[in-house]
């Protein structure tokens, strides 16, 4: 499963990549406005700067509603850099534009995906991603994972070639439930990354280690 940070904070985006372990990056206007990104020329620098920094695809999402817009929009993000995913709502008019760009070879993720049949929609459109948002169904009390198994067995039933991006995750034992169902990749904080190194009974087993190996290092009186 490749491993995206969902984040426009370049230094956490540089600290994931330092781990060695980061394939990708996702945005969204929310996560750009957070950072205090606003304006349309800082926001293109960003997502530019955001590809400088790391190898794998970066995704980029459309303001425009209406096909036309959305298209000119997309083409223009696509064009910024080779990394850039557009990112594209799961809408009537984002349906259409998804097929569009397929024809036209740019990626996309579709995005504000929470059903299985929004999902094979964009798998008929050719989206390279679709992104369904874990953490905000289970917010209303629907189990968000169960969403992944279901899309993941739809499209192994098909052999429809969109990646299942698990988006909106919210814990490390997230992560591990997407891998688990089958998603070819997760979006996550930084913090849920950094947690799934966490174990108690790592940290006493070096302890310990560490203990012993001061103990057979002193000096042996005789
Ligand atoms: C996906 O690409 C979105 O940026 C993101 O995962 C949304 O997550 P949230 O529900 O934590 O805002």
Avoid: W
């Avoid at 850099?81 to 809408?91: D, E, L, N, S, T």
């Avoid at 998804?98 to 579709?110: H, V």
């Avoid at 969403?147 to 490390?172: C, E, F, G, M, N």
């Avoid at 913090?191 to 290092?217: N, Q, V, W, Y």
């Amino acid at each position: 499963m490749k491993f995206f940070i969902d984040t426009a904070n370049l230094t956490q985006i540089r600290e994931a990549e330092d781990l060695g372990i980061l394939d990708g990056v996702t945005t969204n206007p929310s996560l750009m406005a957070k950072e205090g990104i606003t304006g349309h020329d800082k926001i293109l620098k960003h997502y530019v700067d955001i590809c400088n920094v790391v190898t794998g695809d970066v995704s980029a999402e459309v303001l425009a509603t209406d096909f036309t817009g959305i298209v000119e929009e997309g083409e223009m993000l696509s064009s910024l850099h080779r990394q850039i995913v557009v990112k594209v709502p799961m809408i009537k008019d984002g349906l259409k534009a998804l097929k569009y760009f397929d024809k036209k070879g740019i990626r996309t993720n579709c995005t504000l995906v929470f059903s299985a049949g929004q999902a094979l929609l964009a798998a008929k459109a050719g989206a390279t991603y679709v992104s369904p948002f874990i953490g905000r169904l289970d917010d209303i009390n629907q189990d968000g994972v169960d969403l992944i198994h279901q899309i993941v067995h739809i499209y192994r039933t098909y052999d429809y070639k969109t990646q299942v991006l698990a988006a909106s995750i919210r814990s490390p034992l997230h992560i591990v439930k997407c891998a688990e169902a089958g998603a070819d990749v997760a979006t996550c904080p930084l913090s849920a990354i950094l947690d799934l190194l966490k174990h108690p009974l790592t940290d006493s087993g070096l302890a310990k280690f560490l203990a012993d190996a001061r103990k057979f290092s002193e000096p042996v009186n005789r």
